[in-house]
């Protein structure tokens, strides 16, 4: 099975997951792994290592390069973990990926995350 693992510092990645289902309805192949403030790093690890299984392919989007979430995630990857990781989570990457999974496209999440940032007065 494809899933996709949001994570985030608080519970931003809960919020984000709500608004995607909000416009697409509900999405039971998105998870959610959340680094509350009475969290360590390994609370974070212990919770996202729960969404693995091993036939999976995985896909996580993060809130920041460089935080916490960000690099427990990189440290499973130098472990052998086989996961895509993104970080700079935003809403059109993570609707960009659902239909891509929906009509079986790969997408360039980086470009359309990029492209989702648009400074409107400029219009």
């Known amino acids: 099975m494809e899933k996709l693992i949001l994570v985030?510092?608080?519970?931003?990645?809960e919020g984000i997951k709500d608004s995607v289902e909000m416009i697409l309805g509900p999405q039971e192949h998105i998870f959610t792994?959340?680094?509350l403030e009475e969290d360590g790093p390994q609370d974070l690890e212990s919770k996202f290592t729960q969404h693995i299984d091993k036939d999976d392919d995985i896909v996580v989007f993060v809130d920041?390069?460089?935080?916490t979430p960000?690099?427990?995630?990189?440290?499973?990857?130098?472990?052998?973990?086989e996961l895509e990781l993104y970080t700079g989570m935003n809403l059109p990457m993570i609707i960009s990926y659902?239909?891509?999974?929906?009509?079986?496209?790969?997408?360039?999440?980086?470009y359309k995350g990029r492209k989702g940032i648009v400074k409107v007065n400029d219009l």
């Open 64 to 67: 920041i390069l460089g935080g």
């Open 70 to 81: 960000a690099n427990i995630i990189s440290k499973l990857i130098m472990q052998g973990e």
């Open 8 to 13: 985030s510092h608080g519970k931003f990645c």
């Open 33 to 35: 792994v959340s680094l």
């Open 98 to 110: 659902l239909n891509g999974q929906m009509i079986n496209e790969e997408v360039d999440y980086i």
